[in-house]
């Protein structure tokens, strides 16, 4: 038998419902409404400004101390209770305190910065420190390994035409989106970039490309168009826009790999539904996409090259133009690692 609630089931109902934050890792309010956190800041000076009272009351009036006092306080409450950008005053004052303490030129030395000789004489200035970066290497499979943080694959997205879409689809875009981030166990990070575009190579495909059309019209028009991209590189910074998703596994192991290429895939299954197609990057494209991070306005690495710590073997061309191998060549004086022709020699 079916009917309308009674008023007593939608009282049980509304009671029995729970609130819950949207962070869950907002740390519990203890007293006042204040944090732990918090309340140990404000402890810290309340208790040194009691006993400074205790010492010197004898020989300071109540007045006099307090308006000494009242800037500690004030500052201890701006410390406490201040927040930018998410973060608390006491966390920026603590980061910022690291950065004046750390050192200010960093070089990529893995193994140490060696010191100057004597003869060179003696710096006034601080040495430079080792560049120490969470990315160690860049696996076969396309993981990069963290070191101490895990294990990370990344993962190239699609962009996705937002304003160009009615209300109703824009609804079930962002409920798809929010499905699958309220679906998340693990970190993830999702990086928007821009990058410089070079359109040398798509106008030398246009102009090579034009004479083989089958109208005049048309190579006069790809031509035009040609000259139009190119005047357009020449005259502006032309940036291209790339989204990332980085997964990441903090435990680490050798199961990391497979555990976020599971990852990867349910990823891309739910990022589906909202439109978005999701590829993960190889060896080659992740450190592509490595090095564009550290300096993006650096040529691309050309294709082809050999990763820096990989094994290079071959043969080598020695003084007296005999070919050894590239072990034994080591020893010698090497002149190049490729092979060499001499003059006049038949291919």
Known sequence: MTGRPTTSGHRAE????????????RPDKILLGLTARQLAILAVPALGLWAAYALARHHLP????AALGAPVVLGAFALALGRRDGLGFDRLLGFALRQARAPHRLVPAPEGVTPAPAWAGRDPSPPPAPLRLPPRSVGDDGTVDLGAHGV???????????SLRTPAEQHALVVAFGRYLNSLAAPLQVVVRSEPVDLGARVAELRAQAGGLA?????????????????????????ARRVLVVLRDPAGGTDAPARLRRRAADAATSLAAAGIALRVLDTAAATVALHGAFDPWAPPRPPGLSPPDALVTGRAITHDGAAKPASAASAANVVDTAEIEKPGAAP
Request: charged residues 20%; without cysteine.
């Open 14 to 25: 509304s009671e029995n419902r729970v609130q819950i934050t949207a962070d869950v890792d």
């Open 62 to 65: 109540l007045p006099l101390f």
């Open 152 to 162: 990370a694959l990344v993962a190239e997205a699609q962009t996705v035409s937002f």
């Open 215 to 239: 109208h005049p019209a048309l190579e006069v028009a790809a031509l035009a168009h040609a000259a139009f991209v190119e005047d357009l590189a020449a005259s502006r910074d032309l940036l």
